[in-house]
């Protein structure tokens, strides 16, 4: 295994692993697409891990986009949601290496963001417990 393939390599299995789930998750959900899916399955595996890496891809780039925009500032938001970025714009960022994955403190990384997600959480929650107070 070539080190400096790993970064990519790891970025690769992260959105075969996203369009998996996607796949998983519309197979279960829609009884047209079980059918279709199922018969993907059948088929030539390698296409459908191409397929899988594809879907990954852009459900990534939606997740970033919509997380940009949630966490945008009010004024900035505004201008997030006029401007459209195209898939040209978006991919310069998927084809890049994250930073967490190059740098070597990622698990300190990786704990600082979940406590971060959780203490998010929590004043989600209590903003929800006081609207519906109101």
């Known amino acids: 295994m070539n080190p400096d393939n790993l970064p990519q390599m790891l970025q690769t299995g992260f959105h075969l692993t996203l369009g998996a789930t996607s796949f998983l998750i519309e197979t279960l959900q829609d009884p047209l697409k079980r059918e279709e899916n199922l018969d993907k399955l059948k088929s030539d595996l390698g296409q459908l891990a191409d397929e899988l890496v594809e879907k990954g891809e852009m459900t990534d780039r ?38 967490s994955v190059v740098q070597p403190n990622v698990k300190l990384e990786i704990q600082e963001l979940t406590a971060d997600m959780a203490a998010l959480r929590t004043e989600l929650e209590n903003l929800r417990v006081k609207n519906s107070q109101h």
Do not use: C, L, M, Y
């Open 62 to 99: 939606e997740a970033r986009n919509f997380v940009d925009t949630i966490f945008s500032q009010p004024g900035d938001r505004e201008n997030a949601e006029s401007e459209s970025v195209s898939p040209k714009q978006s991919d310069a960022t998927t084809d890049s290496p994250p930073e």
